[in-house]
């Protein structure tokens, strides 16, 4: 079998269900897995009616991002595992294109394709500086290739690299696993990539619609720290935390005596949250 495709679903009924459509009409021989992190909405009846050749996962609880993907992954049979998002819609030729491109190019362990916004347009998908990185110290001096990482959206990666590095990081509840996951690889010698050829529409952002956004903001940094701890030294973690820590003081500072002036106070009250969350987290 070419690939194997792992979905981690949560509370996203009507993207799932189109995302499956759009797989299930894609070329190329695969197989998919559905893990859904306890939603509160009729997905997993939804993926049962609708889609009944699809490996169902339905977990009791929300174990993360993650820990969902890496429940499919000892049950996969692909040459290739596929990691897509279930805001996502592909190309009929998008597989074989991921499939083939890897076939191509050995020294590439995993790499992700071109991202397109709803309407066409295109999505930035590909990192080549790690969070951080700018304060680094030598760190990153003996990864392979020039790309640091690719959206996690759609990303294609070798099942035997994948399960040599155990999947993903379960200490990442969700974001940040990506770049962890890319920085692994590049430390076995394999090259992350990007797919021009292999096309995904992608919607973003989902399945947190309904997070207020600090909340998200929070998350997002907190990845990031755990990200710094596992890979960068403690005096490059210093350096990050001080210039987080004067950029946080800045913006509260700015943002303050802006106040009055603000037209969104709602929005302008959740940037104060999000830079004083910063800076707790950058002085603690």
């Not at 992190?37 to 050749?53: K, L, Q």
């Amino acid at each position: 079998m070419d690939v194997s495709v792992i979905i981690v679903s949560y509370n996203t009924a009507d993207l799932t269900l189109a995302c499956l459509a759009s797989l299930k009409a894609a070329a190329g021989d695969k197989e998919i897995f559905i893990v859904d992190n306890a939603s509160t909405d009729d997905s997993v009846s939804r993926i049962r009616e609708s889609f009944p050749e699809v490996r169902l996962i339905a977990n009791d609880a929300n174990r993360g991002f993650a820990a969902a993907n890496n429940q499919a992954l000892p049950l996969c049979h692909g040459r290739y595992i596929i990691y897509l998002n279930p805001d996502t819609a592909v190309k009929t030729d998008t597989l074989t294109r991921a499939a083939a491109y890897m076939d191509e190019h050995g020294d590439v362990g995993l790499a992700g394709a071109k991202i397109l916004n709803p309407d066409g347009s295109l999505q930035p998908s590909v990192s080549y500086r790690y969070p951080g990185e700018k304060h680094a110290s030598g760190e990153t001096a003996g990864l392979t290739g020039h790309i640091a990482c690719v959206l996690g959206a759609f990303m294609i990666v070798r099942r035997e690299l994948i399960c040599e590095l155990n999947g993903f990081d379960e200490d990442f509840f969700l974001y940040g696993e990506d770049q962890d996951l890319c920085w692994r690889i590049r430390q076995r010698n394999f090259a992350i990539a990007y797919i021009e050829d292999a096309q995904v529409f992608h919607w973003g952002g989902q399945s947190e619609e309904q997070t207020p956004r600090p909340a998200v903001f929070e998350k997002k940094l907190r990845a990031e720290y755990l990200f710094y701890s596992k890979h960068y030294r403690p005096e490059t973690i210093s350096r990050i935390k001080q210039a987080e820590a004067l950029k946080a003081r800045y913006r509260l500072l700015s943002l303050r005596l802006t106040g009055t002036f603000a037209r969104n106070p709602q929005a302008h009250a959740n940037k104060i949250t999000c830079y004083r969350i910063a800076l707790d987290l950058a002085t603690s």
